[in-house]
């Protein structure tokens, strides 16, 4: 928010916020307690794992916002999930992380998931990756990912 020169005192922005927290510990508290990631065998864990983490929060936003499950917004979902799957099942497969240590690996991490998931997404959708405000956005997301990450490891 603030790295796209937004103001944190943005009602809408904040109210998005706290619904995404609520899907996100929707998912921590009942979701990931019912739904095991191995359940298509332990090489889809991941994808199984971000999928319904990320499905989760994005259906109670929905829910919580009154907005309607309209097709749009399946079509943004699915591109959305397509994105960490493709992460998840070929890039992590083909870039290792593992020789990183801490914060670095985080970020790497982190880069890599996003970066994907974000491109991935936007080439689904029928978009170009190479759009420079894709990219600014894109870049935005992840940089206020990474801060929230390092934030929450200092809480």
Same mark, same amino acid.
């Given at each position: 928010?603030?790295?796209?020169?937004?103001?944190?005192?943005?009602?809408?922005?904040?109210?998005?916020?706290?619904?995404?927290?609520?899907?996100?510990?929707?998912?921590?508290?009942?979701?990931?307690?019912?739904?095991?990631?191995?359940?298509?065998?332990?090489?889809?864990?991941?994808?199984?794992?971000?999928?319904?983490?990320?499905? #989760? /929060? !994005?259906? &109670?936003?929905? $829910?919580? *916002? @009154?907005?309607?499950?309209?097709?749009?917004?399946?079509?943004? +979902? %699915?591109?959305?999930?397509?994105?960490?799957?493709?992460?998840?099942?070929?890039?992590?497969?083909?870039?290792?992380?593992?020789?990183?240590?801490?914060?670095?690996?985080?970020?790497?991490?982190?880069?890599?998931?996003?970066? #994907? /998931? !974000?491109? &991935?997404?936007? $080439?689904? *959708? @029928?978009?170009?990756?190479?759009?420079?405000?894709?990219?600014? +956005? %894109?870049?935005?997301?992840?940089?206020?990912?990474?801060?929230?990450?390092?934030?929450?490891?200092?809480?």
């Amino acid at each position: 928010q603030v790295l796209a020169g937004k103001s944190l005192m943005d009602k809408a922005w904040q109210t998005e916020a706290i619904h995404s927290l609520i899907g996100f510990a929707t998912y921590d508290l009942f979701v990931a307690q019912i739904i095991d990631p191995k359940l298509l065998g332990t090489e889809f864990a991941g994808a199984v794992q971000d999928v319904t983490k990320f499905t #989760t /929060m !994005l259906v &109670v936003v929905r $829910l919580l *916002s @009154g907005k309607p499950f309209d097709g749009k917004w399946m079509m943004s +979902t %699915g591109a959305m999930m397509a994105g960490f799957i493709a992460y998840n099942l070929v890039v992590k497969k083909m870039i290792s992380t593992g020789q990183l240590k801490g914060d670095m690996k985080q970020i790497a991490d982190d880069w890599l998931q996003w970066g #994907t /998931m !974000l491109i &991935v997404s936007k $080439l689904v *959708s @029928g978009g170009n990756p190479m759009d420079q405000k894709f990219l600014n +956005t %894109g870049v935005n997301q992840i940089l206020g990912l990474n801060v929230g990450s390092k934030l929450d490891d200092m809480l």
